[in-house]
């Protein structure tokens, strides 16, 4: 006989948020879908493949990295790509740490170049987390920093260059492997370099996420500043909290299911 091992409280918070969020945003007239990568996401897939073939076999989705590839293909969906689907209805995806307007960090898996651009052709970008996502400033709660892919060519450079910042980063370092020896490659063949800002520099995101971007070597920064139209925080007592970017916050019983 099978038996049900239940989820731990974080596991249960990000099926919750996830849940939620599918219910709410992934509606049968929408055929392009983003699907994100990390931890949260494969509880977003089973939501929608519970919503069943006769509406899915209509549907397209895209992968933000090898990760949301396998699980879109092993869930028998159908995989599209961006090049014949640059618009995408709704892009749902995972994030680091979220601040009260919505700024993200993003790309702990290193996936955040692929994320932005799904996140950015959506014409609805939602993000699902647990409880200990939601944040007053970010970097509060995800310690490694603000994760930047950068062209390998460039990356020692660029551990210098940022140091130059009119605020520089507290410390920035060279993502390594585990499992293998030498640094993080992403799956544009890039590495990662992790700067962590003080919480002086993250109170304006924006701010780091212009001036990152234009130095030499950066291909994509993991701060999503004024994407997101919603974030769902699943939280240990079984409720979500739900975020706008209009300020906007709510709290909802998940649905028993969840
Ligand atoms: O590169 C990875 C992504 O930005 C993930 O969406 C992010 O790290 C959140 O992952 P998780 O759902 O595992 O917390």
Redesign the pocket.
């Given at each position: 006989m099978a038996t049900t091992i239940p989820l731990t409280a974080i596991e249960g918070a990000?099926r919750l948020a996830a849940f939620t969020a599918v219910d709410r945003h992934i509606l049968s007239q929408h055929k392009v879908i983003g699907i994100?990568?990390?931890?949260?996401?494969p509880y977003v897939v089973d939501r929608i493949v519970s919503q069943g073939l006769s509406v899915n076999k209509d549907r397209v989705f895209l992968a933000t990295g090898f990760q949301s590839q396998q699980l879109i293909v092993n869930a028998g969906l159908r995989l599209g790509d961006i090049d014949q689907f640059p618009v995408l209805d709704v892009t749902i995806?995972?994030?680091?740490e979220v601040d009260p307007d919505l700024n993200c960090i993003?790309?702990?898996?290193?996936?955040?170049l692929r994320?932005k651009v799904l996140a950015e052709g959506a014409k609805t970008f939602i993000v699902v987390?647990d409880y200990r996502?939601n944040s007053q400033v970010l970097g509060a709660n995800y310690a490694p920093g603000v994760?930047i892919e950068v062209a390998p060519f460039a990356a020692t450079s660029l551990l210098r260059s940022i140091k130059t910042l009119k605020t520089p980063p507290l410390n920035a370092n060279l993502r390594m492997g585990t499992g293998k020896a030498g640094p993080v490659v992403t799956d544009n063949g890039n590495f990662v370099v992790d700067a962590v800002f003080g919480p002086e520099a993250m109170s304006d995101p924006v701010r780091v996420l212009h001036a990152v971007k234009l130095l030499t070597g950066v291909v994509e920064v993991?701060l999503f500043c004024n994407v997101a139209k919603a974030a769902y925080f699943g939280n240990q007592d079984g409720s979500v909290t739900v975020k706008l970017a209009d300020g906007q916050v709510s709290q909802i019983e998940a649905s028993s299911d969840a």
């Open positions: 990000k994100g990568s990390g931890s949260t996401v995806d995972g994030a680091d993003k790309g702990g898996g290193a996936c955040h994320e987390a996502k994760p993991g």
